[in-house]
């Protein structure tokens, strides 16, 4: 599953690139290691569960290793989703003969909750409270989902959930101190923050490990890193 839910993710901006004939080009993130950090599974054998929070940083990352789109019509792409917080769910029951059964989009959205730091829970909003444009795009995902991988992505469902809590301040920002979680019914999926696949690396001054850019502290010796 780690493989296929990897190929699907990377390949799902292509889908909104069509068209687009222009020349970008910028320093890449690792689009590979920003999955892994923003994808959580269970790690229970008999279930075939991911959890995918998909933040700005994603989408900038993926269109931008597309050299037929320019910087203002990545804005554009990017600027459908900026007022939500996106999480992908695909939950699924394996069994003894290895068949899944998977939960429907209803039975998921009955079930799951955004949690931020200060314990606020989130609800998924309805189609009343989303953009009609994100409404589009995420609806023009599902078929490449399919194409990809067949029952997964057929199974995986979008949620959207506000961006802000009531204050104004963002619930999940990929860049800044916190942390956050979603839960499915009992399960709960945790993330901390800042990712460190879009922060630059840090070196150690005393071992002068490369050590990555999320450490406070250096792993090897306990040297304070700026």
């Known amino acids: 599953m780690k493989k296929t839910i990897c190929s699907i993710l990377v390949a799902i901006p292509l889908v909104l690139c069509t068209g687009i004939n222009s020349a970008f080009t910028q320093d890449q993130i690792d689009i590979n290691a920003l999955i892994q950090e923003t994808q959580k599974r269970s790690d229970k054998t008999q279930e075939m ?3 995918w929070w998909i933040p700005e940083e994603y989408w ?3 269109f931008s290793q597309s050299r037929n789109i ?3 019509q990545i804005e554009e792409q990017i600027k459908v989703f900026r007022p939500y917080t996106i999480v992908a769910v695909v939950d699924g029951m394996v069994s003894i003969y290895g068949t899944v059964t998977y939960k429907s989009e209803a ?3 009955s079930n799951v909750r955004f949690v931020d730091s200060q314990g606020n829970i989130y609800l998924p909003l309805s189609d009343t409270y989303i953009n009609a444009d994100t409404r589009a795009v995420l609806a023009m995902m599902k ?5 990809v991988s067949g029952p997964v992505g057929q199974n995986m469902y979008f949620f959207v959930f506000p961006a802000q809590n009531k204050e104004g301040l963002g619930i ?3 860049k800044k101190e916190g942390e956050f979680s ?3 019914g009992e399960r709960e999926f945790r993330w901390k923050l800042p990712l460190s696949s879009l922060l630059p690396p840090k070196i150690c001054p005393t071992c002068h490990e ?3 850019g999320s450490y406070k502290y250096c792993p090897w010796d306990g040297t304070k890193l700026e």
């Open 70 to 72: 320019t910087a203002s």
């Open 172 to 174: 999940a920002d990929a």
């Open 143 to 147: 078929p490449a989902l399919v194409n």
């Open 49 to 51: 569960t991911l959890v």
């Open 182 to 184: 979603v839960k499915l």
């Open 210 to 212: 490369k050590l990555s």
């Open 60 to 62: 900038q990352a993926s």
């Open 107 to 109: 039975d998921i959205r």
